[in-house]
């Protein structure tokens, strides 16, 4: 059963680049690593998912060590509205729901 | 179009009673899901149910139960509520294909106080 890990809170400026880092040392070989981004009041919504190397789409980038026990979030260039909760979900359902598990969150604060 | 939506948005009850959330999507998917966020923000999952099986959490007491009448909806029954019921429930949806789970659409939660 894999359990994660991240920081619990992080500061940032507008226009830097941002990493989060998840640790999930007991990652199984069919898991998939998979980031939520949540506002107040607001229920998570997908960034980015990926199972290894590096995964880029137009909002982040997901890198994936080969070992796969950690997992580093990039958002370039953060802007105010990048204030959230983050979180990592790693894990495979096919139908099997404990195996669905969630980060703790990481808390990112930009500052101005 | 809300792609996945709950109502009641808030809920205040007393201890001791039932009542339901309801949780719709219009997505196509699946696989729907239960999550409970508590006051720490932690998020964790209830249930997952598609058309074929309902996985229960083994740590969900069974006052909770999930019903779906078809495939876009699925509801939370809660009987004899007790005061650390209290938190957020998410709704979501999915494809689950291949035995991979694919992006989770959340609805906008409901907010369950127990008085």
């Known amino acids: 059963l894999a359990k994660t890990t991240q920081p619990i809170s992080m500061d940032s400026y507008e226009g830097q680049e941002v990493n989060i880092t998840c640790s999930h040392n007991?990652?199984?070989?069919?898991?998939?690593i998979t980031w939520y981004q949540q506002f107040p009041s607001q229920g998570p919504r997908f960034i980015i998912q990926?199972?290894?190397t590096k995964v880029t789409n137009e909002v982040a980038s997901l890198f994936i060590p080969a070992d796969r026990k950690s997992s580093t979030l990039s958002l370039p260039r953060v802007s105010l509205s990048d204030t959230a909760v983050y979180y990592c979900l790693v894990g495979d359902d096919g139908g099997a729901t404990n195996k669905l598990i969630f980060g703790t969150g990481t808390l990112l604060a930009v500052q101005p | 179009d809300t792609a996945v939506s709950q109502t009641p948005k808030y809920l205040v009850t007393q201890m001791g009673n039932d009542k339901s959330i309801k949780c719709e999507q219009n997505l196509g998917h699946d696989t729907m899901y239960w999550y409970k966020q508590d006051s720490k923000k932690f998020l964790k999952i209830m249930f997952s149910?598609?058309?074929?099986?309902?996985?229960i959490n083994e740590t969900v007491p069974n006052r909770f139960s999930p019903k779906s009448p078809d495939k876009a909806h699925l509801n939370l029954h809660i009987n004899s509520l007790e005061l650390g019921d209290s938190a957020v429930y998410f709704c979501?949806?999915?494809?689950?294909?291949?035995?991979?789970?694919?992006?989770?659409?959340f609805g906008p939660g409901t907010r369950l106080t127990v008085t």
């Open positions: 979501a949806s999915s494809q689950v294909a291949s035995g991979r789970t694919y992006e989770q659409y």
């Open positions: 990926g199972y290894k």
């Open positions: 149910y598609n058309n074929k099986e309902l996985i």
């Open positions: 007991n990652i199984a070989t069919n898991d998939y």
